[in-house]
């Protein structure tokens, strides 16, 4: 079970986490294969945002372990694995608020790589991510003055041009129209056509349920149910989670 | 380098403030007022670089003494040139820069504004009381005066001569001012605006944010530095409340937020507005109130013009 498998692009084994005397994180495990699209749902308070924070180095776990392409990177800082190609977007999304929408995604092709590719090329492939999710006639704006959904359009689009071999969207869906999500999920299957390997959270299923190729669904911080986007949707297990009464009544009150 | 339109209000500076000492009033003081203008645009300049992390020191008078008084203490003790001891004295600068970066690397805002404050505090006693070496509080005088330089049949004297010292102290600083611009406009530059504007986000594209910043720090340590070594040599002497006071500390915070802090030439423009209007009109004509006025001005200023009035100056911040 030591052996690290080259085939996989994360692995993740045996994570724990606790807060004070809250368990957040019970024993997840789960492999994410190369060119897969891997969804993560349950509901608030289920510990898939803990979980990201600890794939993507922002926390580190009690105990267990994460791999990343063959190599373990529990430990390592969040610059250090987003050098490795592991790109992440934040629920509250992170942009550079005073730099316009392209300058934003700019950032993300001029100032990674090695070596760092010249800036009009990072120019040229900015334009590009940014018709990809849509703003390209929001490009020149001051981001920060962006409502929060186009706001985590602009930070999807630099993560994406941070050329990322895994890319985690924590609720990137959050606030959109339908017709939006429908086009942001056409826009990340094309991706995932490219190779590109997608782990996402969306509480609501949306997104998820056009996209993933399978589906993995945390509740009180273990994994209770897992299979492909249309049975599990409907899997009763899955709705009392939602509903709040596969536990029973919470005695922390939600976490 | 490409001409760009936003060089040249710069450059029509540049030419002015080369010309006007051969047109305009021919007095020592004005040349002594301007010159030392032009050391505190390097000191501002010299800030405004670990500002540009997204840094608030309180503490860059460490940096300016240390600077002054390795310098005078070579100079004293060994009698090297202040051609090579400034240069050299700076990086005593730097070395504290590197005790600072150690300690402080986690603080952020207030807390380091706080911390950085303290911190001046140390080198301060150490050549406050380290007698044998220092003089202690009675400091070091009779240093060398910058030194003449002698070009074929040429003669400068940059120690005595008030305008040669205008001159030379106005190439250097246009050299920070060269280093400073490099410090935006280049790809480093855009990494600092990145950790300034958003840590979290800066990491998530790989920055290694606390590597960046220590950057910004030990160039900005070293400039101040060699502001401090200029300092004690065109004075003359050193003493730990004159090199270390906390208006040094100030200053290059005044200058760089009153001239525009994201800009090019703002730190230049805030030392050459409020220097000069202090010393040279404000001083004379109220000599009883002038602080209060000039105090005045200051708050008015960054009421209306949060961002430096360098947000008047006609092209935009260059974008990429």
Not at chain 2, 54 to 80: D, K, M, T
């Amino acid at each position: 079970m030591d052996a690290i498998s080259p085939q996989v692009c994360l692995e993740v084994r045996q994570i724990k986490k606790t807060f004070g005397d809250r368990t957040v994180l019970r024993d997840v495990s789960f492999a994410l294969a190369p060119g897969e699209i891997l969804g993560l749902i349950g509901p608030n308070g289920a510990g898939k945002t803990t979980l990201f924070n600890i794939i993507s180095g922002w926390q580190q776990p009690d105990s267990g372990r994460v791999v990343f392409w063959g190599r373990e990177t529990t430990a390592w800082p969040p610059a250090r694995l987003s050098r490795a190609g592991l790109a992440r977007t934040f629920q509250a999304p992170q942009i550079f608020p005073e730099m316009t929408a392209r300058e934003n995604v700019i950032m993300g092709a001029w100032l990674t790589g090695t070596p760092h590719p010249p800036l009009p090329q990072a120019q040229e492939e900015a334009d590009h991510w940014l018709s990809l999710v849509g703003l390209t006639d929001k490009r020149l704006t001051r981001s920060g003055d962006l409502p929060l959904p186009q706001q985590r359009l602009v930070e999807l689009a630099r993560a994406l041009a941070t050329r990322p071999r895994l890319l985690l969207l924590d609720e990137i869906a959050a606030g959109f129209s339908l017709s939006a999500i429908q086009r942001l999920a056409a826009g990340l299957a094309k991706l995932r056509d490219q190779g590109l390997t997608l782990l996402l959270t969306d509480h609501l299923f949306n997104l998820i349920e056009a996209l993933a190729d399978r589906l993995l669904a945390l509740d009180h911080g273990e994994i209770f149910a897992q299979g492909p986007p249309a049975s599990l949707i409907h899997d009763p297990e899955v709705v009392s989670a939602y509903l709040g009464t596969r536990y029973g009544p919470d005695p922390n009150g939600g976490t | 380098m490409k001409i760009s339109p936003s060089l040249l209000p710069a450059a029509a500076g540049i030419l002015l403030l080369a010309v006007w000492p051969l047109v305009f009033r021919d007095s020592p003081q004005f040349y002594q007022v301007l010159g030392i203008t032009c050391l505190y645009g390097t000191l501002a300049l010299a800030w405004n670089i670990y500002a540009l992390s997204g840094a608030i020191s309180l503490g860059h008078a460490a940096f300016f003494g240390l600077g002054a008084y390795a310098s005078a203490l070579l100079n004293h003790h060994w009698h090297w040139s202040p051609l090579y001891t400034i240069p050299l004295g700076a990086m005593a600068a730097v070395a504290f820069a590197v005790f600072w970066n150690g300690c402080f690397q986690r603080l952020r805002g207030v807390y380091l504004g706080l911390a950085s404050l303290a911190a001046v505090e140390i080198p301060k006693t150490i050549m406050d009381n380290w007698d044998r070496l220092t003089y202690g509080s009675m400091g070091i005088v009779g240093l060398d005066r910058l030194p003449d330089l002698a070009l074929g049949g040429l003669q400068v004297d940059f120690g005595l001569n008030i305008k040669a010292q205008y001159y030379v102290l106005l190439a250097i600083m246009l050299l920070a001012a060269l280093i400073h611009r490099q410090s935006i406009r280049s790809r480093w530059g855009w990494t600092l605006r990145a950790v300034r504007e958003n840590e979290t986000a800066a990491a998530a594209l790989g920055i290694a944010t606390n590597r960046e910043r220590a950057k910004a720090l030990l160039l900005s340590s070293y400039l101040a530095g060699i502001a401090g070594g200029l300092y004690a040599h065109i004075m003359g002497l050193v003493e730990p409340a004159l090199v270390f006071n906390l208006h040094l500390s100030v200053l290059p915070l005044v200058f760089s937020m009153f001239g525009g802090s994201a800009r090019v030439w703002g730190p230049v423009l805030g030392a050459f507005i409020l220097y000069p209007l202090e010393q040279l009109f404000l001083q004379p004509l109220l000599p009883m109130g002038h602080s209060a006025v000039y105090g005045l001005v200051i708050i008015l200023t960054i009421f209306y013009f949060p961002k430096g009035i360098a947000a008047w100056m006609p092209s935009p911040p260059r974008s990429v």
